[in-house]
T-cell receptor, first 119, second 112 residues
Framework: GAVVSQHPSWVICKSGTSVKIECRSL??????MFWYRQFPKQSLMLMAT?????????EQGVEKDKFLINHASLTLSTLTVTSAHPEDSSFYIC???????????????FGDGTRLSIL | SQQGEEDPQALSIQEGENATMNCSYK?????LQWYRQNSGRGLVHLIL?????REKHSGRLRVTLDTSKKSSSLLITASRAADTASYFC????????????FGKGTLLTVNP
C-alpha cells in the first residue's frame, strides 16, 4: 500500500522558534498533499492543500505567513510553523494523493502525525 | 465547517460484539470514506463508497450509503480489542482540489 512518512513525530521547542515538518510519499508520486491540524479529541481541520510545483491553497482563517508550505517535488512537502507560540501547539497531520491517476475515487494516504509542543 | 457528523460520539462494547457507527452529511457527495485513527497516530483508510453505490464490504467491515438520507453507516462485525480507535467519515463533494471534509468521529472501545 501507499506509504507516507512524516517527520518528526514529536517536537518540543521554545516560543519564537520556527519548526519544519516533513511529509514524504515513499512509494508513489504525490501530486497533491494536504496539511491538517487536530486538537485533542477533535476531528481533523484542513489547513491547506499543496500541489507539486505551485503555491499552496490555504483554508479560510489559516495564516499563510504563519504556516509556510512548500511542495517542491512529487515526494516531499514541508510545513514550517514560523515563530511558533504556545497556541500553535497541536497535532499536525499530512496526507498525500496522486491525482494524475485521473480518478477522484481514491483515498488520501496519511502520515503518522507530528505532535508539536511550544513552551 | 464539518460536513460529517458521526453518531454516537463514543461507543463501548465487548469483544466479539458488532459495532455500528453512523455518519450524516449535508451536501451532495462524489464519495464517502471511512478512516480509523489509533490514539496519537495518523489515519488509516478503511473503505471508500461511491455515491452510486449502496453497500460495500471489506473483511469484517460493511459500509452502507443512503444518499437520499445523506447518511452512511460503518459496521464492524466480531469486534476485537485491536479495533479500539477513533473512526471518522469523510466526504468528497467534487472539485479539482480533492478536498475531504471530516466528521467529528466516533471513539470505539472494545473491551477484552
Amino acid at each position: 500500500g501507499a506509504v507516507v512518512s512524516q517527520h518528526p513525530s514529536w517536537v518540543i521547542c521554545k516560543s519564537g522558534t520556527s519548526v519544519k515538518i516533513e511529509c514524504r510519499s515513499l512509494d508513489f508520486q504525490a501530486t497533491t498533499m494536504f496539511w491538517y491540524r487536530q486538537f485533542p479529541k477533535q476531528s481533523l481541520m484542513l489547513m491547506a492543500t499543496s500541489n507539486e510545483g505551485s503555491k499552496a491553497t490555504y483554508e479560510q482563517g489559516v495564516e499563510k505567513d504563519k504556516f509556510l508550505i512548500n511542495h517542491a517535488s512529487l515526494t516531499l512537502s514541508t510545513l514550517t510553523v514560523t515563530s511558533a507560540h504556545p497556541e500553535d501547539s497541536s497535532f499536525y497531520i499530512c496526507s498525500a494523493a496522486n491525482l494524475l491517476r485521473g480518478s477522484s475515487n481514491q483515498p488520501q494516504h496519511f502520515g503518522d502525525g507530528t505532535r508539536l509542543s511550544i513552551l | 465547517s464539518q460536513q460529517g457528523e458521526e453518531d454516537p460520539q463514543a461507543l463501548s462494547i465487548q469483544e466479539g460484539e458488532n459495532a455500528t457507527m453512523n455518519c450524516s452529511y449535508k451536501t451532495s457527495i462524489n464519495n464517502l470514506q471511512w478512516y480509523r485513527q489509533n490514539s496519537g497516530r495518523g489515519l488509516v483508510h478503511l473503505i471508500l463508497i461511491r455515491s452510486n453505490e449502496r453497500e460495500k464490504h471489506s473483511g469484517r467491515l460493511r459500509v452502507t450509503l443512503d444518499t437520499s438520507k445523506k447518511s452512511s453507516s460503518l459496521l464492524i462485525t466480531a469486534s476485537r480489542a485491536a479495533d479500539t480507535a477513533s473512526y471518522f467519515c469523510a466526504t468528497y463533494s467534487g472539485g479539482s482540489n480533492y478536498k475531504l471534509t471530516f466528521g467529528k468521529g466516533t471513539l470505539l472501545t472494545v473491551n477484552p
